[in-house]
């Protein structure tokens, strides 16, 4: 859901999160575990109080979901504690399910942190799978794979997705149309169709005519996020074993990448820093791979003199980026009504609200049928019809193999290796040594 905002990678986490870089709080949020009982917050009428702990602007309080959830039944009162950035509440969460105590009734994770929790974590949450209202076939079959735990850890599904990130190709028609490209977001979708080897030829097309100095992607690190996030095992395979150094999904998306660096295609900025962020307003590139809660962004630091200069075609092949779950601990005061409430906040119906009003694209994939979702429209990017094109993109997404420490690789992948290549000159070969050397000194801790 989304932001999950942030200054460099570990901030993303909050900007995919949430789908909006506005945070909530700084610091510690109260522990839930420390509010007065129910009963006295609530004059003695006797409700339950179910606590929800989230990381950021998670979106559900935002869009009113809890609001409508207690005009429902009245005998429930819902309280949420945010903490601003998810590295400082993920590391909290784990410690309370370690000791039992502490914890919300309803706990947020972040996608990153998903297969930790359920590979180490699952016996200690709530099988969802099993909720009153929870219908599987209603999911995309790979979010609702990287929620159940393996049949060696039991099988029980104990997250329940709220959003994704579902990616597009967001370009510039003004800068496509001075270099000689197709600026329609069919034709251009065409120019690349499943192949991102074809991404990489538009660009040098565009360069071709556009000139040096007219950058055609925002960094190389975003293109290779993208190209990793398309496969169906990156990082780790089936049986857990860290596998990126031997997949050859990882070097050759690492390579392409590259390419888009040693070719002069690349504006070599660095995702979520201010120069990026001018970099939209500036027309510093013409591209950028955008997952469905950057639209957002893109308006807001593009700004009113960028709307219908913006717009976003299907990406080479589906990829995601982003996107969060539901838990339910067992420790939890209200585990039964507590399995209840997440089942309804993460029902299609509702998916489909928080996508209209915070733009978080849902992950039950029976929510596409719903108005709010396939009529859905950008009028910022030319009334693109954001539903339809996020919609096919996350249908195609693989189930990918997500591993615990995904977020450590993919981070230093992007900001030791790649960085390096895209800012500094040096050769994918350098990147990529110093990148492996970075990660496995980092696995070893």
Known sequence: MRAQARVRRNLVTVVTAVGAAALLLAGCAQDPAEKPDAGAQDGGKGKTTLTVGVFGAFGLKEAGLYDEYMAQNPG????????ERNENYYP????????????ADIQAVEVNNIAEITATQADKLVDLGKAPGVDKAAYLPWKWAQGTASAAKGGA?????????PQGICYRKDLFEAAGLPSDRAAVGALWAGDWNKYLEAGRAYKAKAGDGKAFVDSASGVMAAVTGSSAQRFYDEQGKVVYKTNPAVRGAFDLAASFA????SAKL?????????????????TVSCPA????????????????????????????????FLVVPKAGKHAEEAAKLAAWL????????????????????????????????????????????????????????VGPKDLVIAQNLADIGMLQVD???????????????????????
């Open 293 to 324: 809660w950057m639209l957002g962004y893109i308006q807001d630091k593009a700004g009113p003199a960028g709307k219908d200069k913006w717009d976003v075609a299907q990406a080479p092949k589906p990829s995601n980026w982003g996107g969060s």
């Open 346 to 401: 993460t029902a299609p119906a509702q998916q489909a609200k928080l996508f209209e009003k915070r733009g978080s694209f849902p992950s039950a994939s029976a929510a596409y049928k719903l108005p709010a979702v396939s009529g859905a429209q950008h009028a910022y990017f030319g009334g693109a019809p954001i539903g339809e094109i996020f919609a096919k993109a996350a249908e195609g997404v693989p189930v990918t193999v």
């Open 157 to 165: 599904t104990v997250g329940l997705g709220t959003d994704i990130g």
């Open 262 to 265: 040693t070719d002069g295609l």
């Open 423 to 445: 800012q500094k000159g040096r050769s994918p070969q350098e990147g990529w040594e110093a990148a492996v050397k970075a990660i496995d000194n980092a696995l070893d801790q």
């Open 76 to 83: 429930i009162r819902i309280e949420q504690t945010s903490i």
């Open 92 to 103: 909290q969460l784990l410690t309370h399910l370690g000791t039992g105590s502490g914890l």
């Open 270 to 286: 660095q995702q979520f820093t201010p120069g990026w962020d001018q970099g939209f307003a500036n027309g510093s590139f013409a």
